[in-house]
């Protein structure tokens, strides 16, 4: 089935060269689906995924195999400079970071500026298939996560079933969103390559640009446009399937995450705004478009720019990193921990303080009303551990490659939690043309360990991993 | 439940002011000795704060029943831990030595969270007998000021060890001695001990006795009040390795050093905290020491500077030497981590640590085996002794608790116009109860804490404060259900 989607993946841009502008492009299409065909042929039968080992492996190869497939239309079109932008540039893409090497998009060729608009549409959705497939390890309660149904009665015996169902219902939503977007976009006045690009980076919360200065170009309309794009992609898929199908019953489930979501969103918003009016001096309208805008932006971990945001104030700056870190809500296409972790380290404390006060007393943490078990809160703590360790030594890393404190923090966490722009050269408009190979080699990988949650990637360094 | 017994926190409250009252003899007699002019404010401050103190106790806990509930104990943790050193601004305010309220504020809870940030620009300057009750203030909040309540307070009965695990929030010690009061009384002679042994070894080498006192104190209590601006860099280098070797000790949980000088060897038992703090502590210091040389010193410097350093972050003392201006990279980073982590479980040092490090490795470690067995039975030990879940989770929740602190304390300094790198390392340096940061631009002397705005300044005393009683106990008294218990 992974296989399967690989080929999928790998087929779909390469039709898409053969309309494209280089014959450079139809080569690397052409390469890419022989080699996807040769280990079709060659593994096809040897991968069981009853192994939950070679489903981490497969996991990171997968994504590791994308990211260096999809560098050969940079390489061969000549676009970027070395191995290590080409690289960059496409985990950025495949990861939907949308963290960016090219000072100036505008310049690029169109096929270029397509295939990293698409990169990021089919890395936004690898992260809910992702998610779906090794979900429990990761400390989310995959039936409170995906399952339609709000109690578990309705799908016992039936997981097979109940997770193709799922696919559909999400790879449903998927399209349908990016085509009414592109339409939405479009009505508004736009050219439909810009739509189509615009829709591809903003539903994915991927964030590449065709423009140099990001949705700065952009009518005030539209940027409220692509705000709810963004808006939407931070919500989980199934829930935004029963929503559109009127099924608002099944939706029960998962208000917790989604209020806490939006509750978050317009009180970040609230003080951004706030933030930009008197600290800053915008006028409200400009203040309310920007807040609205980029915090949004900020939360899905999109990093789509209403405006430069490296000139903004510090605290706000400061603000939207620790934003980023929360990210949106778990089986969305975004990056960071997601609320639904935070909630529940949240409640725990609270847990902890009531057992203090009554020793006796059972106080479970709850999430929309069900108890969490004990397992899934302690595997939430390390996830979230095993975040702040590795922002740290991403810090640490990026510092000993020579790029400055402020920098590093932000770079770190934009690309650990698929934001984009840094702080610093890096932020706003910048880009990280300016950071040395081997600090772009540290981004990169830090994008790759943010998309797949760390640990997905960490137990292949393990012995108990390798040990027979 | 019955009602909130406000007596019982008046009568304790009270009798920490009247000991307070009586510690400030100290100083005092110091000052009638060096004649410094600080007499009359200390005896004052002496005075007023018995007069607290008495009335408290006589009037406001008179007839108080010892006994009390678990919601309480965070509040008498609380008053405790806000009375005593608002009562130990007087001294500043009285000999002028701070500028205003929030400055005297700021170095009280300096001195009894044993953080050591100052905003005092040049110590020097200041009156002997003011020296010395800085100083003194910290060796007072070293060991914890409600095993002092405990020390003191016998009456307490089962209440004690409700109030001893209301500040020292699950680092699961193992006590001294089958009976607390017994416990901690061992626990202030190992650091009473502890402190005349390096007073004494100090004078010998060389140093003024007023100073060596004040160092004695910011020594052993792993605060970091210096009495002089430019840092230790007065003392010989005699004098440097006595402080090195005594800081190093004090970042040891006291019960093992108890064992350790009485000779009950056996009795330690395998002590895996200990193994780390020393594994980590050469590990470090070697790096630090290569790249000292690295960056033009000498090896002699080198070595006694690194150890001399690391000693100081690890057991979150935060002593400085201003003769290294230039911090190479390796040093800062490493630096960084260590004053995260901080010192041992019942040291009287700050931070995380080490022993909840340990204990979240271990469990992340098993964490990935079941990943891949997803069968798999695997606890966490520590010391032979498997960690029951619950206080894993209690580990891990205190760890979120102290980096969202980090976090929210930077970002409200960035609100006072720091920048993100020095708001990150202030915050961390202050609720690990460091203070003097090495990270920050004049090496977190006063320079850097003098210059903040009056919010920032109480922002950090916050954070201080929260790190000291290992935040559980000051969110508690934010949080509802405790207020439902306690009206």
């Known amino acids: 089935m992974v296989e399967g989607s690989l080929m999928l993946l790998c087929l779909i841009p390469a039709l898409h060269f053969g309309d494209g502008t280089g014959s450079a492009i139809a080569v690397s299409g052409l390469f890419t689906v022989v080699v996807g065909m040769l280990l079709f042929v060659r593994f096809h039968r040897a991968v069981t995924l009853a192994n939950k080992r070679m489903a981490y492996l497969l996991v990171v190869l997968i994504w590791a195999a994308l990211s260096l497939f999809g560098t050969l239309p940079f390489l061969t079109t000549g676009t970027a400079r070395s191995f290590a932008d080409a690289f960059f540039e496409s985990m950025s893409g495949i990861t939907s970071t949308g963290a960016t090497i090219f000072s100036a998009v505008e310049w690029l060729p169109s096929s270029i500026l397509l295939w990293r608009s698409m990169t990021q549409w089919f890395g936004g959705y690898g992260i809910v298939l992702l998610v779906l497939a090794i979900v429990p390890s ?30 559909r219902q999400t790879l449903g939503v998927y399209i349908f969103l990016t085509a009414a977007f592109v339409t939405a976009y479009w009505k508004s006045g736009l050219h439909v390559w810009d739509a189509v690009n615009l829709t591809f980076t903003n539903i994915s919360s991927g964030g590449f640009s065709i423009y140099n200065n990001s949705l700065e170009r952009l009518t005030h309309f539209q940027q409220y446009i692509t705000a709810f794009a963004m808006l939407l992609s931070g919500i989980n898929f199934t829930m935004l399937y029963n929503l559109l199908v009127f099924r608002w019953d099944r939706m029960k489930n998962k208000l917790d995450q989604v209020s806490a979501y939006l509750a978050l969103y317009l009180a970040a918003a609230l003080l951004v705004m706030l933030g930009l009016r008197f600290a800053m001096g915008y006028s409200w309208g400009d203040a309310v478009r920007c807040g609205v805008v980029q915090t949004i932006s900020v939360l899905t971990t999109t990093g789509s720019l209403a405006a430069d945001t490296s000139t903004w104030w510090v605290p706000i700056t400061f603000l939207f990193v620790m934003l980023s870190i929360v990210g949106g809500m778990a089986g969305s296409t975004t990056g960071g921990l997601k609320v639904m972790r935070m909630l529940i380290l949240g409640r725990n404390v609270r847990k902890i303080l009531r057992d203090q006060l009554h020793p006796h007393a059972v106080n479970p943490v709850r999430l929309n009303g069900t108890p969490v078990s004990a397992q899934i809160i302690t595997n939430v703590m390390v996830i979230f551990m095993t975040f702040v360790m590795v922002i740290f030594f991403g810090t640490l890393a990026l510092v000993l490659c020579g790029i400055d404190a402020t920098e590093a923090i932000g770079a770190t966490i934009a690309c650990l939690t698929g934001y984009g722009p840094g702080l610093g050269l890096s932020g706003g408009f910048g880009c990280y043309a300016s950071f040395t190979p081997a600090a772009k080699g540290v981004c990169t990988l830090l994008m790759l360990l943010g998309r797949l949650e760390c640990l997905t990637i960490l137990i292949l360094f393990t012995r108990s991993f390798w040990r027979r | 439940m019955g009602r909130f017994n406000y007596r019982l926190v008046a009568h304790i409250v009270g009798m920490m002011l009247i000991y307070l009252a009586g510690a400030m003899a100290l100083p005092l007699s110091v000052s009638l000795l060096c004649h410094d002019g600080a007499q009359f404010a200390l005896t ?85 007998g003011l020296l010395v009750y800085r100083a003194f203030t910290q060796w007072i909040g070293g060991l914890g000021l409600i095993l002092f309540v405990v ?83 007065q003392l010989s280098n005699g004098s440097l390795m006595v402080v090195t070797a005594f800081m190093l000790l004090s970042g040891i949980n006291l019960s093992v050093l108890f064992r350790l000088f009485t000779l009950r060897w056996r ?29 033009g010193n000498r090896l002699a410097d080198s070595v006694l500077y690194s150890l001399f350093h690391i000693a100081s972050t690890m057991s979150t003392c935060g002593f400085y030497l201003p003769q290294l201006p230039h911090w190479p990279l390796p040093v800062s980073a490493i630096t960084f981590v260590l004053i995260i982590i901080g010192a041992s479980a019942g040291s009287t040092g700050g931070g995380i640590k080490l022993r909840r490090i340990i204990i979240l490795l271990r469990y992340t470690r098993n964490y990935f085996t079941r990943m891949v067995h997803p069968q798999a039975v695997v606890r966490v030990k520590v010391d032979n002794r498997i960690v029951p879940e619950v206080y894993v989770n209690k580990v891990f929740a205190f760890v979120f608790l102290y980096i969202a602190g980090i976090a929210i304390g930077a970002f409200a300094l960035t609100l006072c116009g720091c920048t993100i790198p020095d708001a990150v390392c202030m915050a961390s340096a202050n609720i690990s109860n460091l203070g003097p940061s090495p990270l920050l631009n004049n090496l977190g002397g006063a320079l850097d804490y003098a210059l903040l705005p009056e919010v920032a300044k109480w922002l950090l005393t916050l954070l201080m404060l929260a790190g000291r009683i290992e935040l559980f106990a000051l969110i508690s008294i934010f949080s509802p259900a405790y207020w439902r218990q306690t009206t």
């Open chain 1, 138 to 167: 990761l400390g989310i309660n995959k039936h409170s996560l995906y399952t339609a149904e709000a109690s578990g009665a309705d799908n016992t015996g039936k997981q097979t079933s109940t997770m193709g169902a799922t696919l």
């Open chain 2, 44 to 128: 004052f401050s002496a005075l007023f704060t018995l007069m607290i103190g008495l009335l408290l106790r006589n009037f406001g806990g008179r007839g108080a029943a010892f006994e009390f509930h678990e919601s309480e104990a965070a509040w008498i943790t609380m008053a405790v831990w806000i009375a005593i050193p608002l009562c130990g601004t007087l001294p500043y305010l009285l000999t002028g030595a701070a500028s205003s309220f929030t400055d005297a504020a700021f170095e009280s809870f300096s001195g009894f969270t044993t953080t050591g940030s100052s905003v005092m620009e040049l110590p020097e300057e200041l009156p002997e």
């Open chain 2, 267 to 295: 009795k330690i038992g395998p002590c895996e905290e200990l193994v780390w703090y020393l594994g980590l502590f050469a590990a470090a210091a070697a790096v630090c020491c290569a790249a000292f040389l690295k960056s």
């Open chain 2, 151 to 233: 020390a003191i307070l016998r009456k307490l009965g089962i209440g004690a060890g409700i109030l001893y695990e209301s500040e020292f929030s699950g680092t699961q010690q193992r006590k001294l001695h089958p009976r607390l009061a017994r416990s901690v009384q061992r626990m202030w002679g190992t650091y009473i001990w502890l402190t005349a042994v390096l007073l004494t070894l100090l004078i010998l080498t060389g140093m003024r006795p007023a100073d060596a006192l004040c160092t004695a104190f910011s020594t052993v209590s792993t605060g970091g009040f210096v009495t002089h601006s430019s840092g230790l860099s």
